[in-house]
């Protein structure tokens, strides 16, 4: 018999870890969604995230209402960089060449932390309150509960700025159509900055919860990994299926963790992601992409 | 000065080099490889068979992403199957080198064909992805095999050659170097055919190449197979090279490396293969001896390295990618034409 408790105590942890998985998926459809950039170094941004977010308040002794808005603040600064210096001048190249560029922004940006903060792993200072939190009779982490929660509230605030402000509305049409963007005004090189620097603030935001909960470390990007198979299940391009996707890998990351062992959590994402691949290539909610010679 | 090549027969036209000095230079190439061993001190023999291995592994990969426009990030795994088959057959078998690298070859081959199967559905990006899934499988299948050893690994007995043990680097450049120069030979030769020709055309425009009369999926798996029997080979040279093999010799950052590799050579030319891997193997050791200059002044210089090799290789990528994105085989030809043209136009 099957302790049912335990299950839901295991599941709710994933959802909870899922949650930041949707976060950071939000962050990769977002650059997707306007440029047509699969960012392979959404981790390492991450990464930095939670380093800058060190740096602020251990480093510089700044207290945490300042720290946190300067971190997402550089996220945002770098986003705006890495898109003019890397991204701007390889518009127009396959697909393949900027999906390198960013395999090699993530490996700069994972030495330059190293050679920053060094190798080792770190720990972010406490500040997420840590009595026990029941749901029920489930026990959830209160960090990862926290960490939950505060990611469920910055995808709800990115999905509503995509749904009604002004720079959300001309994304969406850039990234329908971006020569009718175009011809109605938008500014679309406007747009890829935007996108790029939105969504670098908000992996760095996820990344100083990434950090709070297990602590920070230069070999954190392979969070980037799973994020990709997020995306990939869900569908590069919805938002929807970020949220989706983010979750279940979550989910599953969590059930095969606890009940196959903790080596079997990254088997059994790929295994899915392959599956995906086979069944649908574009994902649960994604475009089918149709071909024309 | 020249100022073209007038071919006068589809001999000519497909031939592998388009002038006789070409081949005066390769003559000399091949000279200096077969004198290196005796002139060389152990360390630069020690490199040119890492380069070498680098080098067979590399245009496997070059066959498959630079001709044939499927990107796989694979490539290591796929040396991990050909090393660890030679590693076991070494040790369980006891069968001579030629036999064991060539059923690693012959394995990988078959392992390659079964991750390229998604290649049927997906291109781009989506099959880099899957090739990335795939060899997270085969990472966790090597870490958790009896027959490969578990997280320990296995270490192997060196391959034998007539009763003499190829145990030093400069006894194994006889075995590595003349395996990697038939392998480069027969990448560049294969072009020449109905096959290479194929993986052509579909890199250039697949739905077209199908249109024209090649079984797209039957000719991309024949790619995939090629490629992995390259990385099969390549892998199998490595085990017997270190002769420890282990689930973390093979992690995916040396998928990266080799396409990082083809990437700074050239895509989709043999010399570009050659240049990038021997370039991207060479780079980190010239690292190394900037650094030990360097520590008279600065004290701890020796524990940057390691931030330092990951920021250079990044910027490489990045760097070639936006600044010469043909790679080192397109300066090699600009520098060509320059010695053609000198001196009416410098």
Known sequence: MMDWLYVTEVALAGLGAGALYALTGVAFVLIYKATRVVNLAIGEILMLGGYVFFGLVAGAGLPLWAAIPLTILAGAALGAVVERALIRPMLGESPISVFMVTIGLGSILAGVVELAWGADPLRLPEFIPNTPIFLGEAYVAPKVAYGALVAALLIAVAVAALRFSRGGVALRATARDQGAAYSMGIDVGRVFSLSWMAACATAAGAGVIVGAIGGISPTMGIFGLSVLVVVIVGGLDSVAGALVGGLLIGLVEALAGSFLGGEYKLLATFSLLILILMIRPYGIFGTHEIERL | ?346
């Not at chain 2, 080099?17 to 230079?25: G, I």
């Not at chain 2, 067979?56 to 992403?65: C, H, Q, R």
């Not at chain 2, 044939?68 to 076991?88: D, E, I, K």
């Not at chain 2, 197979?225 to 090279?241: D, E, I, Q």
């Open chain 2, 1 to 346: 000065m020249r100022i073209g090549t007038l071919k006068l027969s589809y001999a000519a036209d497909e031939s592998l080099f388009d002038t006789k000095v070409q081949w005066v230079w390769l003559a000399l190439l091949a000279v200096s490889l077969v004198l290196l061993p005796f002139v060389a001190g152990p360390y630069w023999i020690y490199m040119a068979c890492l380069v070498a291995i680098n080098v067979a592994s590399a245009t496997g990969l070059n066959i498959l992403t630079g001709y044939t426009g499927l990107v796989s990030l694979g490539q290591a795994a796929f040396m991990g199957v050909g090393a660890y088959t030679v590693a076991v057959l070494e040790i369980r078998v006891g069968t001579p080198f030629f036999i064991n690298l060539l059923v690693a070859g012959a394995m990988t081959a078959s392992v390659g064909v079964i991750v390229g199967i998604p290649s049927l559905r997906v291109k781009g990006l989506y099959l880099a992805i899957a090739t990335i899934g795939a060899s997270m499988i085969l990472h966790f299948v090597f870490a958790h095999w009896e027959l490969t050893g578990g997280t320990r690994g296995l270490s192997m007995p060196p391959a034998h050659f007539f009763g003499i043990a190829l145990d030093q680097p400069h006894k194994l450049y006889w075995l590595i170097m003349p395996v990697t120069a038939l392998m480069v030979l027969g990448a560049a030769n294969l072009f020449r055919t109905r096959v290479g020709r194929a993986f052509i055309a579909i890199r250039d425009r697949d739905i077209s190449a199908e249109v024209l009369g090649i079984p797209l999926l039957q000719t991309k798996l024949t790619s995939f197979a090629l490629s992995s029997f390259y990385a099969g080979v390549a892998g199998g040279l490595w085990a017997y090279f270190f002769r420890v093999v282990t689930p973390e010799s093979f992690p995916l950052i040396n998928s990266i490396f080799y396409l990082a590799a083809i990437i700074v050579g050239g895509m989709g030319t043999i010399l570009g293969g050659i240049l990038g891997a021997a370039f991207m193997t060479l780079v980190p050791e010239v690292l190394k001896l900037v650094v030990g200059w360097l520590t008279p002044w600065v004290p701890d210089a020796l524990s940057l390295l390691a931030p330092i090799r990951t920021i250079v290789f990044g910027a490489l990528i990045v760097g070639f990618l936006i600044f010469e994105p043909q790679g080192l085989a397109e300066i090699w030809q600009r520098i060509r034409r320059f010695f053609h043209l000198w001196p009416f136009r410098t």
